[in-house]
């Protein structure tokens, strides 16, 4: 099981709706990340927290924000969006922060937008 | 850009037998090779990883060669078993650049 936990696994929203995605660890892990996952795709990252520093995918529309409450939660807001965002949003987590590759992932909130 | 590119897309293999997925990167600042596995509706998961100052890391069934002159990587797995059906990706990172995924290959083994 991993030690990435992810809230709600499912989730159905229109597009006029405010939800949020939550993820939690307890690894002591160091940086935390949010992706999006389209179907047959890789994983594209959206935000990194490190240090309580956000890094930001200056693609990523403004309609997805980030909010780190403390160094083992991670929260994605979600506002007016849109049926393309529909997807599967992976929360993450590393050791160092020097080394990014080595990731920990949560099993991922499915994301509808209706 | 691709910063890493996977082949194949897809890949069908007998069980018992050897799945070879390959990737190759254009960026010598890349410093941390990883495969992740990811099976239908859940995250990836690490799976094995390299570093550029070895040619070769094994653990299990699972082999990572790495051609660093030729900046290519590769991901074998011996004696496939149908729950090594999933999909595979490789990744690098290091710089300043965080982490990149290839775009990923199918397995699927049969029995």
């Known amino acids: 099981d991993t030690e990435v936990t992810q809230t709600p696994k499912h989730l159905v929203m229109g597009m006029t709706n405010k939800k949020s995605l939550k993820c939690e660890q307890h690894m002591g892990h160091r940086a935390m990340y949010w992706y999006k996952q389209k179907a047959k795709k890789p994983p594209e990252l959206m935000f990194v927290y490190s240090y309580e520093k956000l ?21 994605l807001h979600l506002h007016a969006l849109q049926p393309e965002d ?21 099993e991922g909130s499915r994301l509808t937008v209706l | 850009q691709q910063q890493v590119k996977q082949s194949p897309q897809s890949l069908i293999v007998q069980k018992g037998g050897i799945s070879i997925i390959n990737c190759a990167y254009e960026n010598t600042a890349f410093d941390y090779f990883p495969w992740y596995q990811q099976f239908p509706g859940k995250g990836p998961a690490l799976l094995i990883a390299i570093r550029p100052d070895v040619s070769e890391k094994k ?39 965080p982490l990149v995924f290839g775009k990923g290959t199918r397995l699927s083994v049969i029995a």
């Open chain 2, 59 to 97: 653990e299990g069934r699972f082999t990572i060669s790495f051609n660093k002159s030729a900046k290519q990587f590769s991901l074998h797995i011996m004696d496939s078993q149908p729950g090594d059906s999933a999909t595979y990706f490789c990744a690098a990172s290091g710089g300043n650049t």
């Open chain 1, 86 to 106: 529909s997807a599967l949003y992976l929360c993450a987590s590393s050791p160092e922060v020097r080394n990014t590759g080595e990731l920990f992932f949560g």
């Open chain 1, 55 to 75: 890094s930001i995918n200056e693609s990523v529309p403004s309609r997805f924000s980030p909010e780190c409450p403390n160094s083992s939660l991670l929260n």
